[in-house]
């Protein structure tokens, strides 16, 4: 009974501070059990991070880091955002349009989308779509994708 009621401060404090949904928690849980499925072979570092991405039309597609032998990388954002695009219904670039991601890692070390991830998101996300993750205190940090990445490339045709 101790732990429940622990629990439920945790995760009434994280929405405070925060100030995030108990399903955007749900989403950060179900992206740091995801990480579990990262690929890193042995002797590399084993950081394993999870992301799931929600677009607009409620579709959720999670991701794992990939880290081959060969030294070649693909974070866990670009794995969930080309499920999202291989396995999305209908076709075309704007078939796929991001509300929410949600990054998280086993380690507990901040663990914000990197440049290219940003990058590859921004034909699909709006100003409105929210990044989750966490700081290096382990507090959700939630930002929309416009203040992540001020000016990002667009194809212009």
């Known amino acids: 009974m101790k732990f429940l009621a622990f629990f439920l401060i945790l995760i009434w404090s994280l929405q405070v501070r ?3 949904s108990a399903q955007d928690l749900a989403f950060m849980a179900q992206a740091k059990a995801f990480a579990q499925n990262a690929h890193i072979p042995s002797g ?3 950081f394993r991070v999870g992301a799931v991405m929600v677009t607009t039309d409620g579709k ?3 991701g794992a880091n990939v880290k081959l032998a060969c030294g070649l990388t693909q974070c866990a954002e670009r794995v969930a955002l080309y499920k999202a695009l291989t396995q999305k219904s209908g076709g075309g670039k704007k078939s796929v349009s991001l509300r929410a991601i949600y990054v998280e890692n086993t380690a507990g070390h901040e663990s914000a989308p990197c440049g290219v991830c940003l ?3 921004s034909d699909f996300a709006t100003d409105e779509t929210l990044v989750f993750f966490r700081d290096a205190e382990g507090n959700v ?4 994708y416009s203040d992540m990445i001020s000016h990002p ?3 212009p045709h």
């Open 18 to 20: 925060a100030n995030v």
């Open 44 to 46: 590399r570092n084993p």
């Open 60 to 62: 959720v597609f999670k």
């Open 119 to 121: 990058q590859a998101m």
């Open 141 to 144: 940090v939630v930002k929309k």
């Open 153 to 155: 490339f667009r194809n």
